[in-house]
Nanobody, 121 residues
């Protein structure tokens, strides 16, 4: 059984910074993809950033240049460094991973419980 645990959320002022962490634990054979999604009140969940095992990154257009996703494969951990935060970044941020628990197992999508990020003066 694999679990993802997010941390690092909180309340920050506009222009501030925050770093989110997500650690995967349990029986993991491989992780193909890790990413961050967010869901703001009254809005659809949206993809914020992704990173593959090879280090290929993709970002939501509105966060390019402000957010950086990184990954420590040895620790099965993904990070999201958020700089220049704006009120519209306020949302619950969810960690996601596509992984295999064994070489013969299919890819399983796993989600964390989410961490609240609030950007307000």
């Amino acid at each position: 059984q694999v679990q993802l645990v997010e941390s690092g959320g909180g309340l920050v002022q506009p222009g501030g910074s925050l770093r989110l962490s997500c650690a995967a634990s349990g029986s993991i054979y491989s992780i193909n993809y890790m990413g961050w999604y967010r869901q703001a009140p009254g809005k659809q969940r949206e993809l914020v950033a992704t990173i593959t095992s090879g280090g290929s990154r993709n970002y939501l257009h509105s966060v390019k240049g402000r957010f950086t996703i990184s990954r420590d494969n040895a620790k099965n951990t993904v990070y999201l460094q958020m700089n220049g935060l704006r009120p519209e970044d306020t949302a619950v941020y969810y960690c996601n991973a596509d992984l295999r628990t064994a070489a013969w197992a299919p890819i399983t999508v796993t989600w964390g419980q989410g961490t609240q990020v609030t950007v307000s003066s």
